[in-house]
């Protein structure tokens, strides 16, 4: 099967750490993309990649980071630096040649 | 830069009746559209979509959305309610950039269907 797979689906972690969220995609869509979503915000684009080994920083890349090693994959880290990381996470991929995008079934983190 | 804004977070609407959510864009260029639907604690899987030719797009599980250029709208519709409509509702556009396709979402709506 097809798909976008985002592991664990939740995630608890101490005020001061830092934290890997997974992203894998077998799609074999060239853009990739990670979002937050909080409650009656809507989802909001923290960074996203057009390519292999390129990214880019969305609307709140703060207090995160990225990699595209693979085509693949595209983990997201949580940094201590981010002041509320407490969320809902999606990513998301897109064929090259399309505008739609394909969601993953997101992780929910929660730190305390 | 686009903006998309969804009227009303919340809409409740009895099983049978007519399901209208309203989607209203800002683009500096022609739009590409999509309406999503996100049941609780999952992904975002798409309903439909516009990108050119018929202003009236059909999408999954009865769902249409008419694309009015005149009124910047994409509001999106369903005749009759059913109770697994019970979800939250994201309208998106899209936006081309130098870095890249980015889409930029609404604040959502979330759809309860009395019995």
């Known amino acids: 099967d097809g798909g976008i797979t985002q592991s664990p689906k939740y995630l608890f972690r101490k005020e001061g750490q830092n934290v890997t969220l997974s992203c894998e995609q077998n799609?074999?869509?060239?853009?990739m993309y990670w979002y937050r979503q909080d409650p009656g915000q809507g989802l909001r684009l923290i960074y996203y990649s057009q390519i292999v080994n390129d990214f880019q920083k969305g609307d709140i890349a703060e207090g995160y980071s990225v990699s595209r090693e693979k085509k693949e994959s595209f983990p997201l880290t949580v940094t201590s630096a981010q002041k509320n990381p407490t969320a809902f996470y999606l990513c998301a991929s897109r064929n090259g040649g399309s505008y739609e995008q394909y969601f993953g079934p997101g992780t929910r983190l929660t730190v305390t | 830069a686009q903006s998309v804004t969804q009227l009303g977070s919340h809409v409740s609407v009895s099983e049978g009746a007519l399901v209208l959510l309203r989607c209203n864009y800002s683009?500096?260029?022609?739009?590409?559209l999509f309406w999503y639907v996100q049941y609780p604690n999952q992904g975002l899987q798409l309903l439909l979509k516009y990108t050119t030719g018929a202003t009236l797009v059909k999408g999954i599980n009865g769902f249409e959305a008419e694309f009015k250029k005149s009124e910047t709208s994409f509001h999106l519709t369903k005749p009759s309610a059913h109770m697994s409509d019970a979800a939250e509702y994201f309208c998106a556009v899209s936006a081309l950039t130098a870095a890249g396709n980015k889409l930029t979402f609404g604040g959502g709506t979330r759809v309860l269907v009395k019995p």
């Open positions: 683009s500096s260029v022609p739009p590409y």
């Open positions: 799609l074999n869509h060239d853009a």
